[in-house]
C-alpha cells in the first residue's frame, strides 16, 4: 500500500529559500490574525504595525539574501530554477517585480499605519460591520474602537501579490490573483469617511473582480483543452508542435485569460472599476493598489505573455495592440475632465497601463526590463503622490475636489512644491523618473517594428494630453490666488513623511541616475522557461 | 586638451547658486537677489576663462570635451563639448543673465519680497539648462536640457507674470511639450537607426550615419518641428507674443532671447548635421515660411499696441532672416545666422529691458498710454533709440552686419528670396520709428511730471548692451573668427559648397 503510493506520488522538491519572502509575508498575516483574536484591543495597533513592517523587512531581506546566494551566474542571468515542480517559479523577473512590490508595501504599510494623533489608522473606519452613520458606528467610535485588522488583510494582499508574477501555471497564478484581490475588495470598503462611497467602490470592485476571475477562469479551461497543460511551458510546447487537436481553443483562450490579467491593471475596456474604487477607497489603499496591482498583474503578464504564449503572438498581438492604444487614448482624453484629484489620478494611472503595455508588447528582453523598470518608477511616485492627497484636508475630511487644492503652493509650499515635482513625473519631464521610465519602454517597442512605431507616436500625443492634466493643477496650486484658506495640509506623523519623501527621492533619483536600476532591471530580465 | 571640467563647472555654479537661495534662512531672504547676483557674475567669469582655453585654430570639432557613461542602458553619455557657435551662444547667455538680473532688482514689490528668492533661484536654474542644451553633445542630454528648460519659465511666467499669465505659460508649455515629444520619437528612432551600444546618442556616433531616404525625412521632420515651435516659426509662433506679454521683462528677454536660440542652434546642430538629404529636401518650404515669418512678424509688429508684444513680433520676424540664413547653406549666411543669434540676444535684451523700464514708470504696456516721454525721461529715451536702432539693424551695430552677412549669402543661392527678405528692412524701419514717435514725441504729458530718469542700476543694465552693440558692429572679427571655423566644418562634413567663389567670412567682418 505504501509503496504503491510512493510510486505514484513524487513528492515536490521545494527551494524554501527561494519561497521565503512569501512564506514570511503569509505568516506575518497569519500572525496579524491570532493578535486580532488574543491581544487586547489597546495594544493591538503596536502589535500589528510591529508585525507588518517587521515582517516585510525580513522578507526584503530574505529576497536579498536569496537573490545573492543563488546567483546563477551563466549568461548574466541572476535568479533560482524553478521551484515547486514549475507551479512558482522564481527567475529574475519574479525576484525584481516580488521586491519592487515589497518596497512599494513598506511605504504604502507606514502610510497605512497614519494615525495622525488618532487612535488607530486614520483612514480606516473603527467598525467596518456598522451601517453607516448609524449608533452603533457612534458607539464604536466613542469606545475608540479600531480596524486593527486592515494590517493582516493588507499583508495577504501582499504575498499574493509576490505569488501573482511568479505563478509558472495558470491555476497557482488564479489562486494567487484571488489572494491578492480578496482582500483588496475588503479593504476598500473600510473608509473612515464617505463611507457610502467606499462600500459602493468594495461591492463594484468585487462584481467586477469575480466576474474577470470568470474570464480568466474560462480561458485557462480553453488553453487546457488546447494543450492538455496548464503549465506555460507546456503550453508553449503545444503551440510550436502543432499537434493539438484543438487547435481553435488557443486564441480564445489566450484572449480570455489575457481579459482576467488586463482588468487588473485597468486596461481600456476593463478600465470601468478604477475610477470608482480609486475615489471611494481609503487613500493609502488606493496608493498602494495603483502601485502594487499593477506591478503584480504586469508581473503575471509579461510571464503569461513571454514565456507562456509568445509564440503565437501573430494571432493575439494585433487585438492587444488595439486595447494598449485604446487604453492610452482613453484614460488620457478622460482625465482631462476630471474634477476629483483621486479620479483624475486614476484615469492617469488607466493611460500609464497603457505606456507600460506598449512596452510589454515589443515582445524584446528589451521590453521586460522596460516594463519592470516603469512598474517601479511609477510606483515609487504614485504612493507618494495618493500619501500627499490624504494629508490635504478640509474639516477633517480630505479635500480631493481640484477647487479646494486652490493657492495650495502659498500657504504650504513644500507639499505643494513636492505633489509638483511628482505630478511632472507623471507628466514624463525628463530628470524625473516618469522620462526614464517611458523612454524605457518606448524604445523596445520602436525598435520592434511599424505597429510599435505607431503606438509609440500615439503614446507620446497622449502624454501631451497628460501634461495639459498635470499643468492644470500646478496652475491651481500655484498661479491661482485663494482667499479661502480652510484646507489645509495637516501635520504628518514620521510614517507618512518617510513614505513621502522616499517615493520622491526614488522620483528624482530614477531620473538622475538610473543606471544602476536599469542595470538590475537589465540582468532580472530573462524568464526560466 | 585639457582636463578640467570647464563646461560642467559653468553650469553647476548657477545651480549651486539657486539651491543656496532656496535654502537660505529667513534672516538672511533680503541677500537673495545679491547672492543671485554674484553667482551669475561668477559664472561669467568661468565662461570667459573658458572661452579662452578655446583655440579656433584648432582641427578637432569640439572642445573642452568631457565625456563620461550616465545611462549606459540606453546609449546614453553626459558628454559636453563647444564649437564655436555653441561657445559664443553660452557667452552670450552667461552675459545676459546677471543683466537681467540686475534688470529684475526691483520687479516684486516689498510686500511680495518673500517670494523674490524663488524668482531668482529660477532665473539661476534657467542659466544651468541654457549652458547645458548648448554645450551637450549627447543627443539624449541634449534633450533632457530642452525639455527641463521648460519647467523653470513655466514658473516664471505662471508665477510672476501678468494678468493672463495662467493663460500664456501654460500656452507656452503644450507648445513646447508638444514640439518636444515629437522629437522624442525621433531621437529613439535615431539611436534604432544608428550604430547602437552604450554610447550610441554621441553625435560622433551619429553624424553621417546612412540613413533610408524615408526614414531620413521622418527623423528631420521630428526634430525640425520641435526647433520650429521653439524658433518660433510661423505658423508655430502663436505662444510667444502671449508667452512674451505677460512675462516679466527678465524673464522675456531670456526666453526670446536665449531658449528660442535653441531653437535655430538646433537646427543647425541636428537637423542639417544629421540629415543633410531631407534638409535639403525640404529647404524650399522652410525658406518659403523663413520668409513669410520675416514678412508677417514685421508687419504684425508694426500693428501692435502692446509694447511687449511689439517686441515679439519684431523677434519673430529676425527668427525669420537666421532660418533663412541657415537654410540657404552658404558659408556667408552661415556665418551670418550665427552671429545674428548673438546679436538678436543682446539686441532684444536692450528692447524688452528698456521697455521694461518704461512700463514699471508709466504702469502700462499700452504704446497709446506713452507720448512725450522724451520730454520726461530724455537719457532713457535716448537709450530707447539706441536699442531700437540695433533692433532695426543700423550699420555700425552689430545687428546691421548679421543681417548683411545673411542676405548676402541667401542671395549668393536664392537671388529673388534674397530681394524680397531685403525688403523688411524698410519694414523694421516702420515698426522702430513708429513705435520711437508714438512713444516718446509729442507733447509733454503732465501725468507723468516727477517720473525719474535713469537710474544707477539700470545704467548698469544698458551699460553692458550698449557696449557690445558697439564693439560687435564695429570689430565683429573675434566672433566671427570663433564661428567660421565651425561653419566650415559642418559645411564641409554634409558636403555643401557654396554656389558662387566662396566670399567667406572674413569679407563681412573687415566691412
Known sequence: ?529 | MNQFPWLTVIGLIPLVGAVVLWLLPASLADRAKHIALGASLVTLVFAVAAALQFSTSSTSKFQLVEEHSWIPQFGVSYALGVDGIALSLILMSVILVPVCLLAAWNDLPAEEAHRERHYFALMLVLETFMVGVFAATDVFLFYVFFEAMLVPVYFLIGQFGGPRRQYAAVKFLLFSLAGGLIMLAAVIGLYVQGPGGADGFLLSKLAGIQLAPGTEKWLFLGFFIAFAVKAPMVPVHTWLPDAAAESRPATATLLVGVLDKVGTYGMIRFCLELFPGASQWATPVVITLALVSILYGALLAIGQTDLMRLIAFTSISHFGFIVLGIFAMTSTSWAGSSFYMINHGFSTAGLFLVAGMFISRRGSKRIPDFGGWQRVTPALAGVWLLVGLSGLALPGLGSFISEFLVLAGTFQRYQVVGVIATTSIILAALYILLMYQRTMTGPKPESAAGTPDISYREKWVVGPLIALFLILGFYPKPVLDMVTPAVTTILTSIHVTDPAPAVGAAEGSTK
Open chain 1, 1 to 529: 500500500m505504501t509503496t504503491a503510493l510512493s510510486a505514484a506520488f513524487t513528492p515536490a522538491t521545494l527551494d524554501y529559500v527561494a519561497l521565503l519572502p512569501v512564506l514570511i509575508i503569509f505568516s506575518a498575516a497569519m500572525l496579524g490574525v491570532l493578535v486580532e483574536a488574543f491581544v487586547p484591543r489597546t495594544s493591538r495597533y503596536l502589535a500589528q504595525v510591529t508585525i507588518t513592517l517587521v515582517g516585510i523587512v525580513a522578507a526584503m531581506a530574505a529576497l536579498a539574501f536569496g537573490a545573492v546566494t543563488h546567483r546563477v551566474s551563466t549568461a548574466g542571468i541572476a535568479g533560482f530554477n524553478g521551484t515547486v515542480k514549475g507551479s512558482v517559479v522564481i527567475d529574475g523577473p519574479a525576484l525584481f517585480i516580488q521586491a519592487t512590490i515589497l518596497l512599494f508595501a513598506l511605504l504604502a504599510a507606514l502610510s497605512l499605519a497614519e494615525r495622525f494623533g488618532g487612535v488607530g489608522a486614520d483612514a480606516f473606519t473603527p467598525m467596518g460591520a456598522a451601517t453607516p452613520g448609524s449608533p452603533q458606528e457612534a458607539q464604536a467610535r466613542k469606545v475608540g474602537a479600531m480596524t486593527a485588522e486592515v494590517f493582516p488583510l493588507f499583508l495577504f494582499s501582499v504575498a499574493g501579490m509576490m505569488l501573482f508574477p511568479a505563478a509558472g501555471d495558470l491555476l497557482t497564478m488564479f489562486v494567487a490573483l484571488e489572494v491578492l484581490s480578496l482582500p483588496l475588495y475588503l479593504l476598500c470598503g473600510l473608509a473612515r469617511r464617505r463611507r457610502l462611497l467606499s462600500q459602493e467602490a468594495s461591492l463594484k470592485y468585487f462584481l467586477l473582480g469575480a466576474f474577470s476571475s470568470a474570464f480568466f477562469l474560462f480561458g485557462t479551461a480553453l488553453l487546457y483543452g488546447f494543450a492538455g497543460s496548464v503549465y506555460l511551458p507546456d503550453i508553449s510546447a503545444a503551440i510550436t508542435a502543432q499537434g493539438s487537436a484543438f487547435q481553435g481553443l488557443l486564441v480564445p483562450g489566450v484572449l480570455l485569460v489575457l481579459v482576467g490579467l488586463l482588468f487588473k491593471v485597468g486596461a481600456v475596456p476593463f478600465h470601468m472599476w478604477t475610477p470608482d474604487v480609486y475615489q471611494g477607497a481609503p487613500t493609502p489603499i488606493t496608493g498602494f493598489m495603483a502601485a502594487g496591482t499593477k506591478a503584480a498583474a504586469f508581473g503575471a503578464i509579461l510571464r503569461f505573455v513571454y514565456v507562456g504564449v509568445d509564440r503565437a503572438q501573430w494571432d493575439w498581438r494585433p487585438a492587444v495592440v488595439v486595447v494598449a492604444a485604446l487604453t492610452m487614448i482613453i484614460g488620457a482624453v478622460l482625465s482631462v475632465t476630471q474634477t476629483d484629484m483621486k479620479r483624475l489620478l486614476a484615469y492617469s494611472s488607466i493611460a500609464h497601463a497603457g505606456f507600460i503595455l506598449v512596452g510589454v508588447l515589443s515582445m524584446e528582453r528589451d521590453g521586460v526590463s522596460g516594463v519592470m523598470f516603469y512598474i517601479a518608477a511609477y510606483g515609487l511616485t504614485t504612493i507618494a503622490a495618493f500619501a500627499i492627497v490624504g494629508l490635504v484636508r478640509e474639516g477633517g475630511s480630505e479635500a480631493t475636489h481640484l477647487s479646494q487644492w486652490t493657492g495650495l503652493g502659498k500657504r504650504h509650499p513644500w507639499t505643494a512644491g513636492v505633489f509638483a515635482f511628482l505630478l511632472l513625473a507623471f507628466a514624463g519631464i525628463p530628470l524625473t523618473s516618469g522620462f526614464t521610465a517611458k523612454f524605457a519602454v518606448f524604445k523596445p517597442a520602436l525598435e520592434s517594428g511599424t505597429a510599435g512605431t505607431i503606438l509609440v507616436v500615439l503614446g507620446l500625443l497622449c502624454s501631451a494630453i497628460t501634461v495639459f492634466v498635470y499643468v492644470r493643477i500646478i496652475v491651481l496650486m500655484y498661479f491661482t490666488d485663494s482667499t479661502d484658506d480652510s484646507v489645509a495640509v495637516i501635520e504628518p506623523s514620521v510614517f507618512t513623511t518617510v513614505t513621502v519623501a522616499t517615493g520622491t527621492l526614488f522620483t528624482l533619483v530614477l531620473g538622475i541616475a538610473p543606471a544602476s536600476v536599469l542595470q538590475l532591471a537589465e540582468r532580472a530580465s530573462q524568464f526560466i522557461r
